[in-house]
Each structure stands twice: as C-alpha cells, then as structure tokens.
C-alpha cells in the first residue's frame, strides 16, 4: 500500500471519530489537518536530508500515524492534555499495533514506525537509538513542531476564538508570565508542560522548542516564517523580553 492509499486509511479511521457538536467536531478536524500538515513538513525535511526512497517512504508513513492516538483520546477523555488523559503516543502505538496498515513493510521499517508513533512526544529524545531510527524520529518531531506552533498562535494571538482543549484550559493574563518558565527560555531549555500557570507561559514554552530542533533546515523554516517574532508580539513588551528575543534569532542563525 502506498503513501496515496494509506491516507485513504488514515481519513477512513478519522471519520469513526465525527463528533455530533461542531465545536468537538473542530478539534477532531483539526487534528486531521495538523496530521497532514505534518506529513508535508517530513516530505520537505526529508528533501532537504536527501533521503533515499527506501528510508524516505517509512518516514512519511511514521508522519502520517504520529499522532493516530489524538483521535481515541479526545473521543475518551475530551482533552488532549496527556497529563490528565492517556499519553497519546502510547495510545497511537497501540492503535496501530491493532491494524494491518505496516504487514507491507519489512519487521524493521514497522518496528521503527511503531517506535517512533511511540516516542515522538517526549520531552527529549532518547540517546543511542539506532541511525534510521534516530533520524526517523527527529524528521516526525521537527515537523510536529513547525506545524503546532502555528496552529496554536491561531489560537493565542489577541482576539482569537477562544477554545479551551487547545489553549489547556490556561489563564489568559497578557501581562503575566511565570518566571520559572522563562528562565527555563533564557537558560536554552526547554519549558515543561507542568510549568505552565497561563497562556503567555505556553508561548514561552513554543519559543523553547527551538531548543530541541534537530535540522538546519527547521531553523531557518522557524526564522523564514518569523515565528519568534509573532510569538513575542503577543508577549509584555518589557526590557528582558526584548532581550530573550535577540537571543532566540541569534540562536536560530
């Protein structure tokens, strides 16, 4: 089955999820649209490293089932907050563990797909893993994140529709921000989930991620689309956040 048919598959498994509000309905496509989005961010990523068609192909398809999880979770628990449902990585292995979509894949192509839906949402990445494994994972979470920060700015930028499965629920306070979670920023690492006490702590946390990106290419995406300019507009324009600013644009070069 090729890439064309296992979108079919994909979009098929989807539509057992339609919910019958459209506010829930939204989320389920909105994670149906971050899905493919993503799948476009790996292809591009994928361009640029040079891959063979061979190694090429289960990448797309790790892409594609990255977040198959996302759909069973929201279905269940109504968020998609790990921390207070099912780590939608584990619930994505799962779930595809139980399908036929990877009999057509050799036991190591599968094996890594699997893995990879399994890990992609880490905080970190984990060390010594083997090289198609490791580059494997690296290509799916750097696609991930160029296409979650957009789709949350949509979100977060002033005047936004507010929607609460996206934004975690968070106190929209414009003028505050933690000092743990920007710290965490102005130290190079990564802010965590459980530091956030308001939106403007989440938009710390995207600024973070630049932190944790694997490809040149990714870097300069986050630089061409002027992602760390639009995050930090929406944030207190004060001294040091001018400061963290230069920090992240020079990081990125």
Known sequence: MGIAGSIQKFEEYVTRFARETAPEQKNIDLKKDHTLRVLEEARRIIVFLGLAQDQACPVEL???????????????????????????GLLGYRELKK??????????????????VLMHNRAEMARGLPIRLDTMLRIVRDADKLDVVSVLMAHLTPGAQYNPVVTLGLADEPERFSKPALQQVESRR????????????????????????????????????????????????????????????????
Do not use: C
């Not at 894949?105 to 699997?114: A, N, T, V, W």
């Open 62 to 88: 790790a892409a594609l089932y990255h977040d198959l999880g996302r759909f069973l979770q929201f279905a269940m628990y109504r968020t998609f907050q790990d921390r207070l449902s099912i780590n939608h």
């Open 99 to 116: 399908t036929d979509w990877l009999n057509n894949l050799s036991g190591p192509d599968k094996k890594r797909i699997l893995l990879t």
């Open 190 to 253: 990564m802010v965590r989930y459980e530091q956030m006490k308001r939106l403007n702590d989440f938009k710390l946390l995207l600024l973070s991620w630049i932190y944790d990106l694997n490809f040149a290419w990714t870097r300069q995406e986050f630089l061409r689309r002027e992602y760390v300019q639009q995050i930090m507009q929406t944030l207190p324009q004060s001294k040091e956040m001018r400061t963290l600013e230069q920090q992240l644009l020079a990081d990125l070069v």
